[in-house]
Antibody, heavy 120, light 106 residues
Framework: QITLKESGPTLVKPTQTLTLTCTFS??????????VGWIRQPPGKALEWLAL???????RYSPSLKSRLTITKDTSKNQVVLTMTNMDPVDTATYYC????????????WGQGTLVTVSS | DIQMTQSPSTLSASVGDRVTITCRAS??????LAWYQQKPGKAPKLLIY???SLESGVPSRFSGSGSGTEFTLTISSLQPDDFATYYC????????FGQGTKLEIK
């Protein structure tokens, strides 16, 4: 059974760096084709893809946020970490991590999400 | 960037109705399209991938069709559990979502 769970701060101040960790079970990020993605959703708004990382350490970023994002994996710990620099109130959102079952990037399992509020 | 546009933004329907949601891509994405259902306070749930492939465990009243730039999600007979927001997502180039379609009870 595949599960994912996001963890990190619920409140960050403007200009700070956000670090979120996705801890997963039920699959290995060393299996060919597998990946983990991050998606966010501001309150009452649509989903927005942020970044993803594949089993072979190939990384992709949203063009509009690329300069602020870094995604890494720790296969031994079954974790993927997303950092976002220079946080702004418009970055207030629920952040989800999700499982990519093969090299085609759709998401078949999702974490419960974590709400991050950016406020001074 | 590929833009995904869903219509309508809101849809009012009754239990038993057949409903269709449309998703248009700003350029061809072949069949690289997924559909998700999201209920308030919950993570999205995958319904359809590769435009028309039904995810395991998803009821057969859900179906997807289309290729290129125009796609549809059809629910053949609405059930009370189906009232939710639906999103399309392309995975041809980058991985953008549509703006969502809220399916409401009439």
């Amino acid at each position: 059974q595949i599960t994912l769970k996001e963890s990190g701060p619920t409140l960050v101040k403007p200009t700070q760096t956000l670090t979120l960790t996705c801890t997963f079970s039920g699959f290995s990020l060393s299996t060919s084709g597998v990946g983990v993605g991050w998606i966010r959703q501001p309150p009452g708004k649509a989903l927005e893809w942020l970044a993803l990382i594949y089993w072979n350490d190939d990384k992709r970023y949203s063009p509009s946020l690329k300069s602020r994002l870094t995604i890494t994996k720790d296969t031994s710990k079954n974790q993927v970490v997303l950092t976002m620099t220079n946080m702004d109130p418009v970055d207030t959102a629920t952040y989800y991590c999700s499982h990519i079952p093969n090299s085609y990037v759709y998401y078949d399992y999702w974490g419960q999400g974590t709400l991050v509020t950016v406020s001074s | 960037d590929i833009q995904m546009t869903q219509s309508p933004s809101t849809l009012s329907a009754s239990v038993g109705d057949r409903v269709t949601i449309t998703c248009r891509a700003s350029q061809s994405i072949s069949s690289w399209l997924a559909w998700y259902q999201q209920k308030p306070g919950k993570a999205p749930k995958l319904l359809i991938y590769k435009a028309s492939s039904l995810e395991s465990g998803v009821p057969s009243r859900f179906s997807g069709s289309g290729s290129g730039t125009e796609f549809t999600l059809t629910i053949s007979s609405l059930q009370p559990d189906d009232f939710a927001t639906y999103y399309c997502q392309q995975y041809n180039s980058q991985f953008s979502f549509g703006q969502g379609t809220k399916l409401e009870i009439k």
